[in-house]
């Protein structure tokens, strides 16, 4: 059957069918599991986003490759499952709620837990709702009748189910401990929620005075607003300097307290005096002299960070900052003040809202974490997990050997809460997997239940097998899990790989995946971290509508190199869509040319050199981009992907091919073009998992292809069509053509300037013929006329400039075409005025002023000037030495 040509858009225009697609995907259930049974089955879950926002350029990439595993093996025909969903993010999302009330002039208290929790569900719903559309958008092939919610029921069911389990098993435990606490959140903080930055501060020296009235020691602190807290000094055994005064009593200042002088070997002879104050219920180091010594533990906090009823009246009600001040102001007054000098030190914050952290004597619920990080470590050591790159192995099994037991209550309201009632009227506790009507002891109804939620993660660890089902044994818990991988991002290894690891060699005894690929941080081109304050964040959703969602997910998959983080901005985008509108321009030519063209069956066609050449090409592609892929270096099968469609397909094979599409004998033009749609067909399928939308408009317009790309068997390595010697043949014809341009474009020779070459072969053989044979293409490729080429090597070649390549000689006699002397009189031109300009250039980047006032973008763009003209001036220089040479 004769075709016809069909006509695609001029212009490659995502907006015009990736939506469309995208629903029809999902209409048609694609992104399903096929259920077979007896295929390999292939799951991973999507590292559930924040319900506060929207997502950012990290999540954009956490969703590409994910995507681009899943298609991969779905198209290689395995039961593969990809598990969407969302977090509640407990302090993030409750944050987010305090702010809208605070506008209007709101607290949470004031509007109650009730009405607080509405309005909390209301913004989750909203949120979700925005980034379900954005994953869609970017075009996650997830199944959505999969998606859950960290606090929907049967996750909830779950995290009651984890919690009571632990509890039974004595390794949950509550008591009064010292833990981070942000006075902002109102919540204690797991020692990994806090980030330590290095701050300005001072050390102030002062007078604790001897109860004796016998004189006074000096106390160095950075805190004096923490003295009211203070039930001891302490000093080192060893310091010979104050060996006399161990067990002395002090007076401490602005109270009517006295502490004792205490001997502990933690003290730091050389910092400040020697001698440190001990606080036991506001410093960690404190805290454990303090129970060495059995030392009185006194909060002087409020849970809002204001002092409380523990200090004197003038000071409570007062923050902290405050409070120093007016500290420093009496100390001053009183004759107890004696110096301050400048100090940086390191101090924590809260992970979510920036606020310094108080280290806060409270009492809290802990898991005990020692027996299952050595789990955790066992599987690593066994090889049941495996870490790509392998450098982040060192960081797992650094912070599993020094863990600490894991605070999980939160003093919020958004959350699970902790699974704990108290009866009212005998004081019992119950730990129940269902709420309780009355008191198990008594049997009082009069029960209350812990008012406490339960840290975020301590919902997420389960995330691997709760979205599956547990703990009930479901058909899909029994199916896909564990999962096979994980792709992350490595700045949440503590929070939550380590611990799902953890959780599921507890619940489980197995790990919940195999293979766990951390990712970089997407970074602006300066290296720094995206974020609001800097202003360089970059929607995933601009990107998609300024250059489609294959230009997006392209350009992260080739930018994701191993163990680096991803250096971007807006423009890198354009090389994402540079290579889709490559795919659609050399689809578009070969369907505009099928009128009058009849099918073949591919495998009847007898293939010459370039055809067995091409097919060669695309096996050798399909096996390095499955090594890629199976090694997670998305890079490098991005690369072999856009290597093959855009130099082997499109800049050779369509070129070579041109001369039979456009032959009169038609049986030529048939087989030419059954070829060319055959290789477009196997590279959409091998494409399609990089740039799912535009391989699949394509799929559906080509006459070769039946039902979806996406579906369609994925291209693998077939050792019956590796031609080793037609590539070879072909190679060798490249470098000849290569070493061609590359004099054409070294002495600016115009594209169209056709150029007498010579060729010479050391020898006859199967590349010697095959150029012989192909002149007319290897002319077309070199822009060449005449082109001779000289098996006998009796060709006149003086005033030729040669270069030499493997098994032959290639002569370009430049001297036909163009003007020797008047292109060195061009160079010199050009050269003086680089000169000038690079003079003017240097002089700025010498000039102090300049570079003291000038922003570091304008210095930056003088930088990269001095760089370019260097760079003009050596290459016309060399120009020049060449033209004289002949």
Request: negative net charge.
């Amino acid at each position: 059957m004769k075709l016809k040509a069909i006509e695609l858009d001029k212009a490659y225009n995502p907006k015009d069918f990736e939506e469309r697609l995208y629903k029809q995907w999902t209409d048609e259930g694609f992104f399903h599991p096929n259920h077979d049974e007896n295929a390999p089955k292939y799951s991973v879950v999507m590292p559930p986003p924040n319900v506060t926002g929207i997502l950012h350029m990290g999540h954009a990439l956490n969703n590409t490759l994910p995507d681009i595993l899943v298609r991969y093996h779905r198209m290689k025909g395995d039961d593969t499952l990809w598990v969407p969903g969302t977090d509640h993010a407990g302090i993030a999302t409750q944050n987010v709620v305090e702010r809208f009330l605070l506008k209007e002039g709101k607290t949470r208290q004031q509007v109650g837990r009730e009405a607080f929790l509405k309005r909390t569900w209301e913004v989750k719903e909203k949120h979700h709702d925005i980034i379900v559309n954005q994953l869609k958008t970017i075009g996650c092939s997830c199944d959505w009748d999969h998606e859950r919610f960290t606090m929907d029921e049967g996750l909830s069911k779950a995290v009651r189910e984890a919690f009571v389990t632990l509890y039974e098993r004595g390794l949950i435990y509550r008591g009064n401990y010292l833990v981070n606490y942000c006075p902002k959140c109102g919540t204690a903080l797991a020692d990994d929620e806090v980030e330590y930055k290095e701050i300005p501060g001072k050390l102030y020296d002062i007078k604790y005075p001897y109860s004796d009235g016998s004189g006074f020691i000096t106390v160095a602190t950075t805190r004096p607003e923490t003295m009211f807290g203070d039930a001891a000094v302490a000093v080192n055994p060893d310091d010979e300097r104050y060996k006399s005064i161990v067990g002395k009593m002090l007076d401490l200042p602005l109270t009517d307290k006295k502490i004792p002088i205490i001997a502990d070997s933690f003290v730091d002879i050389a910092f400040g005096t020697g001698m440190v104050k001990i606080t036991p219920a506001h410093d960690p180091n404190d805290y454990q002299c303090g129970k060495r010594h059995n030392l009185s533990e006194v909060n002087i906090l409020n849970p809002d960070g204001t002092l409380n009823a523990n200090c004197p009246e003038k000071y409570r009600g007062l923050g902290v900052i405050e409070a120093r001040e007016l500290v420093l102001q009496d100390l001053k007054e009183q004759g107890y003040f004696i110096s301050e000098k400048e100090h940086k030190h390191e101090v924590g914050h809260c992970y979510r809202c920036g606020t310094v952290v108080e280290p806060y004597l409270s009492e809290q619920w802990f898991v005990k974490m020692d027996g299952m990080a050595q789990k955790a470590l066992d599987a690593w050591k066994n090889g049941d997990v495996q870490f790509y790159p392998k450098k982040w192995e060192n960081t797992y099994t650094h912070w599993l050997e020094n863990i600490k037991d894991w605070c999980i209550s939160r003093q919020l309201w958004w959350g699970h809460r902790i699974p704990v009632w108290y009866c009212n009227k005998c004081g019992a506790m119950m730990v129940k997997r269902e709420d309780p009507c009355c008191c198990d002891k008594c049997g009082s109804t009069d029960i209350r239940q812990e008012t406490d939620v339960l840290d975020t993660w301590f919902s997420s660890w389960l995330w691997p097998f709760s979205t599956l089902g547990w703990p009930e044994t479901t058909p899909d818990f029994k199916r896909y899990f564990p999962t096979d991988a994980l792709v992350t991002g490595y700045d949440i290894i503590f929070f939550w790989v380590s611990r799902m690891i953890m959780a599921s060699l507890e619940f489980l005894g197995k790990v919940p995946f195999h293979d766990v690929f951390l990712t970089g941080l997407v970074r602006d081109k300066q290296g720094r971290k995206m974020s609001k304050s800097l202003g360089n964040g970059i929607d995933p959703i601009e990107v998609v509508n300024q250059y489609g969602a294959d230009a997006m997910k392209f350009t992260l998959a080739h930018s994701c190199t191993q163990g680096q983080d991803i250096l971007i901005d807006m423009d890198s985008f354009k090389m994402g869509s540079r290579f889709c509108n490559k795919i659609w321009n050399a689809a578009r030519y070969l369907l505009m040319n099928l009128d009058g063209v009849t099918l073949k069956d591919p495998s009847t066609v007898d293939l010459g050199i370039m055809d067995r050449w091409i097919y060669s090409q695309l096996n050798n592609a399909s096996r390095k981009v499955a090594e890629g892929l199976d090694s997670y270096k998305f890079n490098e099968a991005a690369q072999s992907i856009y290597e093959f469609f855009w130099n082997d397909f499109c800049d050779w094979y369509i070129e070579a091919s041109k001369h039979s599409l456009y032959s009169d004998d038609q049986n030529t033009k048939d087989s030419a073009m059954t070829i060319l749609l055959d290789i477009l067909k196997k590279s959409l399928s091998l494409m399609h998992p990089f740039v799912p939308f535009i391989t699949e408009e394509i799929y559906s317009k080509i006459p070769n292809t039946e039902g979806s790309c996406m579906l369609s068997k994925y291209p693998e390595f077939d050792s019956s069509l590796d031609f080793p010697e037609e590539s070879a043949i072909v190679s060798k014809m490249q470098e000849a053509v290569r070493l061609v341009r590359n004099i054409r474009g070294d002495l600016q020779i115009p594209l169209d300037k056709k150029v007498h070459i010579v060729l010479c072969p050391d020898k006859a053989d199967a590349a010697s013929d095959f150029m012989s044979e192909r002149k007319d293409l290897l002319s077309s490729f070199m822009t060449a006329s005449p082109l001779l080429i000289d098996m006998s090597h009796t060709e006149d070649i003086s005033g030729a400039l040669p270069a030499a390549g493997p098994g032959f000689n290639v002569y370009v006699f430049v001297r036909e075409a163009i003007d020797v002397d008047q292109e060195i009189a061009k160079l010199m031109k050009d050269i003086s005025g680089n000169e000038k300009s690079l003079a003017q250039t240097q002089a700025k980047l010498s000039n102090e002023k300049f570079i003291s006032n000038a922003k570091a973008e304008v210095i930056e763009k003088e930088k990269s000037k001095e760089a370019e003209f260097t760079e003009k001036i050596s290459k016309a220089k060399q120009h020049i030495s060449v033209l004289k040479s002949f």
